[in-house]
């Protein structure tokens, strides 16, 4: 006779929380303190209730890989927090699943080859030229800046240069503004269920900064349209998506279609390497042994001029920086699944219909894979016992199937604005003003990153 998993896996362990809400306060006033309260107080697997939604938090690499690879088809993405990013993003590459995903998928991936980067990058030099053009005056004057935001404006041209074939000068400001209503009200939504029977004053103010955004997207398709008979001859991602052909029917996308492609590229595409920019910025700003030997390597490799496609690979240093910043703080904090059927973790059985928590974030911090694992230590990316480590000790961009498609894209990005950045400013904290960790959909720094530029 066979057992059932129930029989032979024993419970996870994990807080006991409110008698009706359970952790619902914790998970929404602190998701950062309560992930790792709870790694720290039950280990690699904790058990949660989320008023009914019953959940676990996974730490240990084996079991995130469990999830994403070994087992992925096990795991959805039905979960609360990709429904809600759904209601803005609709069902672009992010949020779909199934056999339409695997064809978006397909259709975008020549977007993102090395070849079409390499193309790429006299982009990000000329925008990244740009905004230290923008930083002299402020530089001059010690002005204090934000420079969270500078990062923002400066990526979201990239992403709309590069990947739609656009200019939106003059529409920052309404990007900015409407992610930051966006994002908020999403979080609130994903860590609160009680929302979704009570009434919300803020749903007005985010279906407006969705329209807005709306706008600006279908404002982009049309003048394509306008534009040219043949996108193709534009080379972007969404010259692709606009020529590609259904291959059962022929038909081509309809602007729905379309709006939530580029909308998911517009979005991600710029909100997530901006806020590494800003956490690394901040982290070199915090250490000023590593941000001297960072200096020392793009002075000896760029010997005065700006950085280059070529220089790259020989600026090691610079990419360790990077790679300890998304350890410290990945943008994209964590991530959520729903589990189909039963499965095993370890010792700890996985009921279906459960909530599955990864978090680079949690990961990241796992003492026994990272020593002094809130340090930032860029170097330790040069060690042997780093890159001995399981595949998912570290995985900033997600991991399997579903990894992040523009992860290239995103650290070539980087590299080329803080060469370009670090090579003519010093950029030093404003005293006074806390900086902390603000979990949105993404990890943004609370209020901003305020400094003042002086010439380096």
Known sequence: MAVSVEETVAAAPGPRGHWLLGSLAPLRDDPLGFLLDSAAQFGDVARFRAFTQRGYILRHPEHIQRVLVDNHRNYNKQSRGFKVVAQFLGNGLLTSEGSFWLRQRRLMQPAFHRERLAGLS????????????RLKPKARSGEEFNIAAEMMRLTLRVVSRSMLGA???????????SMAVILAYGMRR?????????????????NKAVADMDALVHGIIAARRAKSAAPSAEGDLLSMLMEARDEDTGEVMDDRQLRDEVMTMFTAGHETTANALAWTFLLLAQNPEAEARLRQELSSVLRGRAPALEDLPRLTYLSCVLKESLRIYPPAWV????????????????????????SPYLTHRHP??????ERFRPERFLEPATAELPRYAYFPFGGGPRQCIGNGFALMEAQIV???LLRRFHLDLVPGRAVEPEPLITLRPRGGLWVRARPA
Do not use: H
């Open 190 to 206: 994903i860590s609160n269920p009680l929302l979704d029977v009570l009434p919300a004053r803020s749903t007005r103010r985010f």
């Open 335 to 358: 991530s959520s699944r729903l589990s189909i059927g039963p499965d095993e973790m370890g010792r700890f059985r996985i009921a279906p219909g459960c909530l599955i928590l990864v």
């Open 122 to 133: 006299s982009i990000m030099n000329d925008e990244a030229q740009a905004c230290a053009e």
């Open 418 to 420: 803080l060469a370009t």
């Open 368 to 373: 026994a894979l990272w020593p002094e694992p």
């Open 167 to 177: 200019e939106i000068s003059g529409a920052e400001e309404t990007v900015e503004r």
